[in-house]
Each structure stands twice: as structure tokens, then as C-alpha cells.
């Protein structure tokens, strides 16, 4: 997302990474731990993100110093290694999500708007 500037409504992949820190800030978890979240979150409306978006918003979080990656031996497997996410600079964090929250509302008051002006 462009910092300080709109666009028409809120992208994806900003919708996805706010959602990914505040699940984040919620438990440390794994990329598929985020797809299967957020697909039962949002479901009920056809939202459902795709496994490359998922990692993309990641590793953006991950270039922006919001999340850090670290891996862990999978429980009862010797060998097998899984990647889990947690918050490396709650500030930051924070601050994204600050700017988000406006971002939801200035783009919630466009389809507020359109859906009275259009539907009643």
C-alpha cells in the first residue's frame, strides 16, 4: 500500500497483512495456519485468499520489520522443520494498523455511500 495516499478502496494485500498481524499478535503461527483463519473468517462472504498471497503479505511484513520468521521442529517429527511467524517490532505493528483503520473506514463510507445512493 502507498503510504499517505488513497486508492479507490483498500487492497488486498493490506486487508490480508493487517489481518495477519493482529492474528499474529494473537499466537505465533505457520503459513497455512493463516490461509485456514482467515478462510473461516470470511468465508460467508466468497472471500477466500489464495496460498501466494498469504506468503507474499508475509514476506512484505517481514521486508517491512513488522514480522519475523523463525522455524521450529514439527511436534513428533524428528526432521521435519515448519516456519512460524511472530511480531518483531510491536511498534511498527501498531502503526500499520493505525493507518489501515483509516484506510477501512474512509473505504467503508465509499460502500456505505454507494449502496443507500444506489439501493435504499
Not at 16 to 29: A, F, G, H, N, R
Not at 44 to 68: T, V
Request: proline share 2%; hydrophobic share 30%.
Amino acid at each position: 500500500m502507498t503510504k499517505g495516499v488513497s486508492t479507490f478502496l483498500l487492497r488486498q494485500r493490506a486487508f490480508l497483512k493487517l489481518y495477519m498481524i493482529t492474528l499474529t499478535e494473537q499466537e505465533k503461527m505457520y503459513g497455512l495456519d493463516y490461509l485456514d483463519e482467515l478462510e473461516k473468517k470470511f468465508d460467508r462472504f466468497g472471500y477466500r485468499p489464495n496460498h501466494s498471497e498469504i506468503y507474499k503479505s508475509l514476506h512484505e511484513l517481514i521486508d517491512d520489520g513488522i514480522l519475523e520468521r523463525y522455524s521450529k521442529t514439527k511436534q513428533g517429527k524428528k526432521y521435519q522443520k515448519v516456519i512460524y511467524y511472530q511480531i518483531k517490532n510491536p511498534d511498527e505493528a501498531r502503526r500499520y494498523k493505525k493507518m489501515l483503520k483509516s484506510e477501512l473506514e474512509r473505504s467503508s463510507g465509499l460502500l456505505q455511500t454507494a449502496l443507500k445512493d444506489n439501493y435504499g
